[in-house]
Structures are given as C-alpha cells and as structure tokens.
C-alpha cells in the first residue's frame, strides 16, 4: 500500500495533494486547544520552528518510505513518548490525523475531480494505521466516519484563539520557507488562505480577492493539464 500512497501524493495528485497537506498542517495544529504545545510557554521561539518542522518530516517519512520502515517505527515511538506527556484527550490527536487525510481531498474536488473510491479507502486505511501505531482508540473506519469527528469536533473546540493565529502565520511561514521558492512564496500564501474554511480565515491576515484571482487561474491550469 506505501507504494501507490506515495504515488497519490507525489504523482497522480501532486498538487492538490500538496496544498491539501499544508491546509491539514494548519486547520489540524492550529486548533484552540492544540496550539498552544506547539507554540511552548505562550510564546513563538525556535522551539516552535524545530517542532514545525519535525512534524513535517514525520508526514514525509510516513508517505515516502512506508509505515514499515525503520524512520517510521522510530517516528512512532517518539510520538508515543512524547504525547503521553500532553494532557489532550485523544480526540484532539484524531482530530490532526483527520486533517491530514480530509484536506488533500477537498482540494482536488475544489480544484476539479476527485479521486476514485478505491483510492478514497486506501487513504483512509493509510491513515487509520497512523493512529493505530499512535496507540489511540476509538478510530473512524471511513470516511464519513472521519468527516463527522472533525465536524464534531469544530462545533466544540471552533472559534480564533490568540495561539491559533500566531502559530498559524507561524506555521504557514515555516512550511512555504521549506517547501516553496522565494518568487512563488506569495502567491502560494494567497491560495492557501483562500482554501481555508471561512470560519479559519481569521486565523490568517490576507487580502482574499488576490488570492480568488490565483485560485481560478490555478483551477484553470489544473483543468487544463487533465
């Protein structure tokens, strides 16, 4: 299964996938209750970067090598030790891993089709066996399943904190440095607020009709490729 995971990612559906991904980076680790642990003391400091950045390299090593492998297995077991030391339910743990397998969907149908049902499943296996070797409990088998915890979970825990939105300009900074070039830097900020749920906007400060103006030239280059 890691094979044709990574393929998703990286080949048939490279770009929704990738904004997708940065989207479940902020709309899941930037949740009320959650960033404050990444953010460490109430305040943005290295910490905070190297945090940022671990957890993105962890997401890499799951889809590029496999949940098998070593990286992986090792991935786990610091995640173990370091989440038991948090006081989060694990729902707030579920609510993370949620992100990661909704977002990259929803932007492929914003951006124009989706994914096959088979592929659907597949992703949700993937990241089913992310929470299971995270030791949590009470997993949603499917889609729906998953889609109703985060919806839950929005009603309960929504809303803009003052951490919410420090370490979403925090986050959004540290994964365009790493990930996108200088030139293309706001113009990928742009789209990725615009994709964002109208109830996270806030989180981020930035001019919308801009970022509409990138989003249908970028559907339109999209519809156009396929």
């Known amino acids: 299964m890691s094979l044709d995971v990574y393929r998703l990612y990286y080949e048939r559906y490279r770009l929704a996938f990738r904004l997708g991904s940065y989207l479940g980076f902020i709309r899941g680790f930037c949740a009320a209750p959650i960033a404050p642990y990444l953010l460490g003391e109430g305040k943005l400091s290295v910490d905070t970067e190297r945090r940022l950045a671990d957890a993105r390299n962890v997401i890499r090593d799951f889809i590029h090598k496999g949940l098998e492998a070593s990286e992986s297995k090792a991935h786990f077991n610091r995640m173990r030790l370091g989440h038991a030391g948090v006081s989060l339910p694990e729902e707030h743990f579920l609510y993370v ?36 070797r995270m030791g949590l409990r009470n997993i949603p088998s499917n ?29 959004m900074q540290s994964m365009l440095g ?49």
């Not at 969907?105 to 993937?126: N, P, Q, Y």
Request: glycine share 8%; hydrophobic share 45%.
């Open 97 to 132: 891993i949620a992100n990661f397998y909704l977002e990259p969907l929803r932007v492929k149908r914003i951006l124009g089709g989706s994914v096959t049902a088979t592929e659907c499943k597949m992703l949700c296996r993937f990241w089913c066996d992310v929470a299971r």
């Open 143 to 171: 889609y729906i399943g998953w889609l109703t915890l985060r919806r839950n979970y929005e009603r309960r825990f929504g809303g803009t904190s003052k951490g919410s939105v420090e370490l979403s300009n925090r986050c």
């Open 178 to 226: 790493l990930s996108i070039p200088f030139g293309l830097r706001t113009f990928a900020r742009a789209i990725i607020v615009v994709l964002l749920p109208l109830s996270h906007k806030a989180w981020l400060e930035q001019r919308t009709i801009t970022g509409r103006f990138y989003l249908r030239v970028l559907i339109w280059r999209a519809n156009f490729s396929n």
